[in-house]
């Protein structure tokens, strides 16, 4: 995965940033010991000597040292360049550090393609294990709490990631990880445990199973709830707390940044602070690429600031949201941003209108007698798009009388028409229908491409 000459691509529009860009990697490469050889930039007169091996800069300047889909590093000096330039890079990975440094790999869950591998080095844990504390105690979590963690182990970053901070927080973890459900309710009873960290989507069906088993949910010592790992609504959270003793807790991370720990609600549950002086946060336009006033909604760009093993520079997360600029009532100084409610690559176009999952969800749950298991299936019958949306009901809802039913659904129909003003087929089932999953829910099954 790592030589011990870096191939670097500097993507930027030239002048003095490049330069200078080249400058600082030079000084950083040899002083981490590499075999740092000497600059190649195009278009401007060489400077010096004691440039880091390969760098070059410029839009459509291939470089013949390095060929396409060898480069180790892209450093993008605009935010613009680095899709056109992505094709640049080695399959595999990019580490910065030597690899006698990095202490840890894990993977992100990828949502297409090949996971992308991601590695820490000592200091990078470090930094992990404290934002995570940091998280936990922004719960109100703190020494003496039972913490479960029902995310999964592996190579996840869920699972280690929480455990660490769990750790560093001095609480005592329960390192119990994903599925298994019967046990996790035992668990949680037997040891009483007092939080629980797991996707929402999971943490709604440890509800139901409990009850199923006789398990009182509001009458456990359990308080905190730390979900995230997945898109969810306000919807959610309500149901959640209605059903549990706990209070939800929104917790925002990806594999590529560091994993869970970027940010967390505090304990008003009124946006996600970002731990800034780890991670510098920019919101653009995903469209125009241009940066977006605080307030305004747009793609979360984020920079990392004392990553050593795969320090990130303006990552396109996919995620959108917005800056919250007023100071909280918390106290913190470090900035806000909105719940994730969607990313941008995870919207469906049905008939010609852009439709994402999470809206469809807000417009169930504001229907009473639904629970929060849904799934969207896309169909194309003779040229032409259908989305059914499948809703599971209460088990009351479910016994009642046919009409009360045909209304229900002709309710829940009207309500997502409202929202995306287009009809969908709603189709009631019965509870326990929708497969479940132990951690990320996929809500969207598109088969018109199969
Ligand atoms: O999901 C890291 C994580 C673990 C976060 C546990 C929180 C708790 P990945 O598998 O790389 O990493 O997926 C990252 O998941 O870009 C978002 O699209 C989505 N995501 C993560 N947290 C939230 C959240 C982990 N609270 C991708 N709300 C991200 C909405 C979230 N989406």
């Known amino acids: 995965m790592l030589n011990s000459v870096i191939n670097v691509v500097i993507a930027g529009l030239g002048g003095q940033g490049v330069i200078k860009a080249s400058d600082v990697l030079a000084d950083a490469a040899f002083r981490a010991g590499f075999d740092v050889k000497k600059s190649e930039i195009h278009g401007m007169s060489q400077r010096g000597g004691s440039v880091s091996s390969d760098v070059r800069f410029g839009k459509g300047v291939l470089s013949p040292m390095v060929p396409v889909g060898e480069a180790d590093f892209l450093v993008a000096l605009d935010v613009t360049q680095v899709e056109p330039n992505r094709h640049q890079l080695r399959e595999g990975g990019v580490v910065a550090s030597p690899m ?3 202490v840890r790999l894990h993977a992100s869950s990828g949502t297409t393609g090949k996971p992308i591998v991601v590695a820490y080095t000592q200091d990078d844990i470090n930094v992990w294990s404290s ?4 998280s936990f105690a922004a719960c109100g979590l703190h020494a003496g709490d039972i913490i479960q963690n029902a995310y999964g182990y592996g190579l996840f970053t869920g699972g280690l990631g929480a455990h660490y901070g769990a750790e560093a927080l001095g609480a005592t973890v329960i ?4 599925g298994n459900t019967d046990r996790q309710i035992m668990v949680m009873k037997d040891f009483g445990v007092t939080a629980i960290c797991c996707t929402p989507s ?3 069906h440890l509800i139901e199973r409990a009850t199923e088993m006789g398990v009182e949910m509001k009458k456990l010592p359990l308080r905190a709830g730390v979900f995230g790992a997945e898109p969810w609504t306000e919807g959610m959270r309500k149901h959640i707390e209605a059903n549990s003793s706990v209070k939800a807790f929104d917790i925002y991370g990806l594999s590529e940044i560091i994993g869970p720990g970027v940010g967390i609600e505090c304990r008003h549950q009124a946006g996600l602070h970002i731990f800034e002086d780890h991670f510098l946060v920019e919101i653009v336009d995903p469209e125009t690429d241009n940066p977006m006033p605080d307030g305004s909604e ?6 990392t600031l004392s990553k050593n093993a795969m320090p990130i ?3 396109r997360t996919h995620d959108i949201t917005a800056i919250v600029p007023e100071p909280c009532t918390c106290g913190r100084t470090i900035r806000r941003i909105r719940r994730i409610g969607r990313r941008s690559d995870d919207m469906f176009i049905i008939r010609g209108v852009n439709v994402f999952p999470s809206q469809i969800e807000t417009a169930l749950l504001a229907v009473e007698g639904t629970l929060p298991h849904y799934q969207i299936v896309l169909t194309r019958a003779k040229g032409l798009d259908n989305m059914e949306v499948r809703v599971e009901v209460t088990p009351e809802v479910f016994s009642d009388k046919i009409s009360s039913l045909e209304a229900l659904q002709k309710k829940l129909s009207q309500a997502i028409e409202r929202v995306i003003n287009i009809r969908a087929d709603v189709r009631l089932v019965e509870p326990r229908t929708i497969p479940r999953s132990e951690g990320k829910a996929k809500r969207v099954s598109d088969q018109r491409k199969m």
Request: proline letters at 4%.
């Open 131 to 134: 934002v995570m504390m940091r």
């Open 298 to 303: 747009g793609e979360l760009v984020l920079t």
């Open 313 to 315: 520079i303006r990552y």
């Open 202 to 204: 999971y943490f709604i």
């Open 175 to 178: 390192p119990i990880s994903g």
């Open 100 to 102: 006698r440094e990095v």
